[in-house]
Each structure stands twice: as C-alpha cells, then as structure tokens.
C-alpha cells in the first residue's frame, strides 16, 4: 500500500526472483523506507553471482545493515562493501549509494536476506549479475 506503513510477516514459502519484505516498511515510489518495531528485512531467492543494492541512510544519519546468504554471513570475499562485526556481515551506510554486497564464485541459487533495524534506512534497486568475464587462456 503506497505511503502507509504496513507490517509485513514473513512468507510461509519464498517465491523465487520476488521480493518479500518482512517487517514494519512504508512503501514509497521509488524505495522501501523501513519503520522500526524490531528487525526489517528484505529476503529474495536469487540465481546469481553478485548483488548490488542502492541505500540512502536516512534522517537520522549513518546506518547500518546486515548481509545473510543462505543462512549465514558472508565469508571474507564475498561482499566488497561488507565488513565482518563479530559473527555477522553488515554494511555501513553513511551516504546514499551504490554498496556491492555479495561476490560469488559462481552463478548459482541462493537466499539474500538484508536485516535492519535502523528506523529511516531506505532501500531504493536491489540488482543481480549473473555476467561473469573468463580469461584468454591464449
């Protein structure tokens, strides 16, 4: 529902290539405004190698977001803009941007979650890149 806040819950099955949002979200033109009331998520079943997504921390300054693939944070390589806190693999977003988030080695299925629980964080383009570039063995 455009401009209302909505709680979203979570799907009893994820579709595949769709987006779910999980969580208190208003839903803007052209963005995803997260709420509050505990964790927001975005969760897609994704074929791809990489994911990229645009993300504007909103009023309240820099923000943060956690980064989970299949279950689990992302190893060490995985996210270029990704930094490991402890146990998990989260992005600081400081500036509205373009953040790299996941680098896989190949194309394949996966499950991508991305958990808030910055109140204002706004989540614009979430995209995929399934090109992979293979080196001249001449």
């Not at 074929?47 to 309240?60: I, L, M, Y």
């Not at 956690?66 to 402890?86: H, M, N, Y």
Request: glycine content about 8%.
């Amino acid at each position: 529902i455009p401009y209302q806040s909505v709680d979203y819950s979570k799907p009893q099955e994820l579709a595949r290539d769709i987006y779910h949002a999980i969580g208190k979200w208003t839903d803007l033109p052209e963005c995803l405004r997260f709420e509050g009331d505990g964790d927001g998520e975005i969760v897609i079943s994704y074929q791809a190698n990489a994911a990229v997504v645009v993300v504007e921390p909103g009023p309240k300054g820099p923000q943060k977001f956690e980064v989970i693939q299949d279950g689990e944070p992302l190893s060490d390589l995985e996210g270029l803009d990704t930094i490991r806190e402890g146990d998990r693999t989260v992005v600081h977003c400081r500036h509205p941007r373009l953040y790299k988030i996941v680098k896989n080695k190949d194309v394949e299925r996966h499950t991508l979650t991305l958990r808030t629980k910055s109140i204002g964080i706004k989540f614009y383009s979430l995209n995929f890149i399934t090109a992979t570039i293979l080196k001249n063995s001449n």
